[in-house]
């Protein structure tokens, strides 16, 4: 059993089983849950409201298909800012936080300072994202662009080790 720090929750293998469970199928009601990991609907539903408040569950949404929304392209975009200043990356962060084309972002190691995952209907678009608004960002210094040919693997479950 393990004690998640953040929120003192013992995650046994009842409460993982529940978790892995919701962000399968975050529709399933206590009844069918409390079905599936063998615990009566009263403890599952206590077991449920833990995970919520303790925010290991952060919230529930639906997941739309990419595809038929006609959003066909994925592009990740490598991109290196002229300084590794507190002030350029607080920069950099704040210019893209609020661009819905860009589903990711994260602070990387290596070559390039921060990789995206962006989804746009086409190229022209992702031109236009890049064009008129990426590489006006000043902190930027070089932008390198990388386009998935097809989606081998997509999940938004947490690997839970059960």
């Not at 978790?19 to 599936?36: F, G, P, T």
Request: proline share 2%; aromatic share 4%; with cysteine.
């Amino acid at each position: 059993m393990q004690k998640n720090n953040a929120s003192n929750i013992e995650l046994d293998e009842t409460t993982l089983k529940i978790l892995d469970c919701l962000q399968k199928n975050a529709e399933l009601s206590i009844a069918e849950l409390s079905e599936i990991v063998g615990l009566s609907q009263s403890p599952c539903w206590r077991r449920v409201n833990e995970l919520k408040t303790s925010g290991l569950i952060q919230k529930s949404v639906a997941i739309a298909d990419q595809e038929k929304l006609g959003l066909h392209v994925n592009v990740f975009v490598h991109v290196t800012l002229c300084r590794q200043t507190e002030e350029c990356l607080m920069q950099f962060e704040e210019a893209i936080r609020d661009l819905p084309e860009i589903m990711e972002c994260y602070l990387m190691s290596g070559e390039a300072d921060y990789m995206l995952r962006v989804v746009v209907h086409d190229l022209r678009e992702y031109q236009h994202l890049l064009t008129n608004c990426l590489t006006k960002i000043p902190a930027v210094s070089s932008i390198r662009s990388s386009f998935a040919l097809s989606r081998v693997k997509y999940t938004t479950a947490l690997p839970l080790g059960i």
